[in-house]
């Protein structure tokens, strides 16, 4: 915890703190500009803040630069630093006497004390989770509406994640983040890849066309296959020039065999004609012509008949020859498909089918690469869909049960808060926004009251180390409400810094309790600081004002 600032610009040179609440009270007169808010700033500089240097650079530029010494213990064992306003990225690591050891940059610093405090949380950092919740004037996080902004332009998507972080559920969130971050990434390589002409840029309409075109190539590549494995009549067209001779040398044989076997048709034919008995017809040719010459037509048939038997013995002959001439074109024949069949094995295929597969196989493995880049594409953002809608799904649960916790707490307190049995606060938060009120009472007071609530629920449900409220919050809450937080807050093991004035306007016994608490007291006649420069602009402007009456 927090056990004393020292700096020999304060009035009161050093601030001892303790456990649990610490007030800083201002006067009964509610007297503004006495440093309430500036020591709430400078204790949350302390825990490693910038927005001192940043809010208040009105001190720097009256006091000059300065530093301040202070002191963390934790399990009895004291640690010592200083922290000055011209070198505030690192803190010096000091000895019991104040003396510089060595300096370390502000985020060591903050890592030492989420360390000691035991409050490491996966990629949530010391400041992150404590400023969040110092909330002093001047900084970004009063909203009263948005209990979980840090800054003002922070998106609520943001300051969700910083919840979920703060109570510990993040981590398996996480790993869905994580990987949709990497198929996000892979797509985006995809798309810039594309986009670069690395690899093609596939829409959908020419995806299917390349499925139908794919299709084709496949039954054409298939085909060839079975026309190189086999003889068929058709490989003529792809065969080599070998091949094709042997074919056409096959042709002119089948040609010379269909001429033979014609002869030898006829020739059969003509032997197997016999002679004709021409006298039945000579007989009626009588009858009807009594003076036609029979002996001349039968010497002419004696003739013929002389004629075919010295025929025949010549077409015994050509039958002979002309089958054993068939005979051997046939044996060319079946030697020829021999030779081509072994020509047309895949081992031996002719260059020109060898070339035609290669080509169809690379237009199909073209066309297939870039269908599978586009489905590759579609499978990431299928993947990322389903991951979103999975990480949503948990997501949604883990903040219900993180809500449900924070309302219960809520409602616990609202009760010591309000007694006469108002409606609690309700945190409810939906994807990457979330609303914070009270149903039917939108009054200011409430408001604070619930922004209030809201922390110290935080306090005693998560590791959050220490909450500083500044008074301007306290200021709009209803005097009985109010008391009843300051009750709340004397029971808290943790620091509870607070900055509050006008105790006379409290009960007895809230102001007593204050009083127990108090870490400062300051007032119109006890500063912060031991310098008021409003006082000496107040001067100024008077002298300025002096002068030039004079000169008139």
């Not at 914070?436 to 009472?441: K, M, R, V």
């Not at 409430?446 to 301007?472: K, V």
């Not at 919050?473 to 900055?499: C, G, H, M, P, T």
């Amino acid at each position: 915890m927090l056990l004393k600032i020292i700096c020999d610009k304060f009035v009161q040179k050093e601030i001892i703190f303790h456990n649990g609440l610490n007030a800083i009270v201002g006067d009964d007169n509610a007297s503004n500009s006495i440093g309430k808010s500036t020591i709430l700033m400078i204790i949350d500089f302390v825990f490693g803040g910038d927005d001192y240097i940043k809010k208040n650079h009105d001190a720097i530029d009256h006091l000059g630069q300065h530093e301040f010494k202070f002191l963390f213990e934790f399990s009895e064992e004291k640690f010592y630093f200083i922290r000055n306003t011209n070198e505030y990225k690192s803190v010096a690591v000091c000895n019991e006497t104040f003396e510089i050891q060595e300096s370390i940059k502000v985020g060591e610093f903050t890592s030492f004390l989420q360390e000691k405090y035991a409050c490491q949380l996966e990629d949530l950092s010391f400041r992150n989770m404590v400023g969040r919740y110092f909330r002093v004037y001047g900084k970004e996080n009063l909203n009263e509406r948005k209990p979980i902004q840090y800054f003002e332009k922070e998106k609520a998507a943001e300051s969700i994640i910083a919840l979920l972080k703060l109570f510990d559920k993040f981590r398996i969130i996480k790993v869905f983040e994580e990987q949709i971050k990497k198929l996000i990434d892979e797509r985006n390589f995809l798309v810039n890849a594309a986009k670069k002409e690395f690899i093609p840029r596939v829409t959908k309409t020419l995806f299917n066309k390349n499925e139908k075109k794919i299709e084709e190539l496949n039954q054409q590549l298939e085909s060839l296959k079975v026309d190189i494995v086999s003889v068929s009549a058709n490989i003529e067209a792809l065969i080599s020039k070998e091949v094709l001779s042997l074919r056409k040398e096959k042709s002119t044989l089948l040609i010379r065999e269909n001429v033979l076997r014609s002869r030898l048709i006829r020739t059969q034919t003509n032997l197997k004609n016999k002679n004709i008995n021409i006298q039945p017809e000579l007989e009626q040719l009588l009858n009807y012509f009594p003076n036609f010459n029979v002996e001349q037509i039968e010497r002419v048939d004696a003739f013929h008949a002389s004629l075919t038997k010295i025929l025949k013995e010549e077409l015994l002959g050509a039958e002979k020859e002309v089958k054993a001439q068939i005979l051997e074109i046939e044996e060319q024949i079946l030697s020829l498909d021999d030779t081509i069949n072994s020509k047309l094995t895949i081992k031996n295929a002719p260059k020109f089918a060898v070339d035609k597969i290669v080509e169809l196989a690379a237009q199909i493995k073209q066309l297939s690469d870039e269908n599978g880049y586009f489905t590759k594409k579609e499978n990431l953002d299928d993947s990322i869909k389903s991951a979103i809608e999975n990480m949503d799904a948990l997501k949604e649960k883990v903040l219900d049960e993180m809500c449900s916790q924070i309302n219960i707490k809520m409602y616990e307190l609202n009760k010591q808060i309000y007694i006469d049995g108002r409606r609690a606060p309700t945190l409810n938060i939906h994807g990457n926004k979330y609303t914070f009120n009270t149903y039917g009472d939108t009054g200011t007071g409430t408001a604070f009251a619930n922004l209030l609530t809201f922390d110290l629920s935080l306090l005693e449900l998560t590791c959050l180390p220490a909450i500083a409220h500044d008074l301007p919050l306290l200021k709009n809450i209803e005097n009985s409400a109010l008391e009843n937080i300051v009750d709340i807050y004397s029971r808290s093991k943790k620091q509870i810094f607070i900055a509050i004035d006008k105790l006379n306007s409290y009960s007895k016994n809230t102001a007593q309790l204050i009083e127990s608490y108090k870490v400062l007291q300051l007032s119109k006649d006890k500063l912060l600081f031991i310098k008021n420069w409003k006082q000496e602009n107040q001067k100024l402007n008077n002298q300025d004002l002096a002068d030039n009456t004079t000169k008139s």
